[in-house]
């Protein structure tokens, strides 16, 4: 069975320092890897992804994530963070073997908070 | 990405009664996904809806209780039937969109239902 796991609920930093948001992941096969944010009473938006390639993907806002196929891990990463960046952030996998396509698989978040 | 629309964007039930949200996209798409997102979780595929044809279900979901209709290829409605206050979730539509590249689907996410049923 394809997973993720993000061991931290929530991770607290200041502003202006880097960020980091942890994902591992478990699946069969090539991972397709994505993260997505959640504002306060918004829906999901679309960070980034991870499909094949360099293994170093950057996405919206400044963010970029960083591909590590020995550690299963797909951290997130923000050389300097905003307080705006606090929010919800989920970690998802596509299920490669759900036959309608589509299937995303999450992890349970972790909510980031940005410090002045 | 892509433009998603939902109504209501938050509504308070009373128990026992039913409530459709509605899903909107701004263009053609093959298949349409059902999330839930309960009070402090993660989200979870309730059902994904093709146009013509039945809506899939996932294990622990089924018609009975969340009915879905795939009228055309920009809409279509999940209804939460008969609820009880554990159906108080924010419910997501979501599609999905070729990338730039055309290498991959990327998933788009509507803005959410929040729903609380008393």
């Known amino acids: 069975a394809q997973s993720v796991a993000q061991p931290e609920d929530q991770v607290n930093v200041a502003e202006g320092n880097p960020l980091t948001v942890k994902c591992t992941y478990s699946v069969s096969g090539n991972p397709y890897l994505f993260w997505y944010v959640q504002y306060p009473n918004r829906g999901l938006q679309f960070l980034l992804k991870y499909i094949t390639g360099d293994n170093l993907v950057k996405g919206s806002y400044g963010f970029e994530a960083e591909f590590n196929k020995s550690q299963t891990s797909f951290h997130l990463k923000k050389p300097s963070a905003l307080v705006s960046d606090s929010a919800l952030y989920f970690c998802a996998v596509r299920d490669v073997f759900y036959n309608q396509g589509g299937k995303l698989i999450f992890g349970q978040g972790t909510e980031l908070s940005v410090k002045p | ?118």
């Open chain 2, 1 to 118: 990405s892509a433009v998603i629309s939902q109504k209501p964007s938050r509504d308070i039930c009373q128990r026992g009664t039913s409530l459709t949200i509605q899903c909107q996209v701004d263009s053609q798409v093959t298949m349409m996904f059902w999330y839930r997102q309960q009070p402090g979780q993660s989200l979870t595929l309730i059902a994904t809806a093709n146009q013509g044809s039945e809506a899939t279900y996932e294990s622990g979901f089924v018609i009975d209780k969340f009915p879905i209709s795939r009228p055309n290829l920009t809409f279509s409605t999940l209804t939460v039937s008969n609820m009880s206050p554990e159906d108080s979730s924010i419910y997501l539509c979501s599609v999905e969109r070729k990338s730039e590249d055309l290498s991959t689907d990327t998933q788009y996410f509507g803005p959410g239902t929040r729903l609380t049923v008393l």
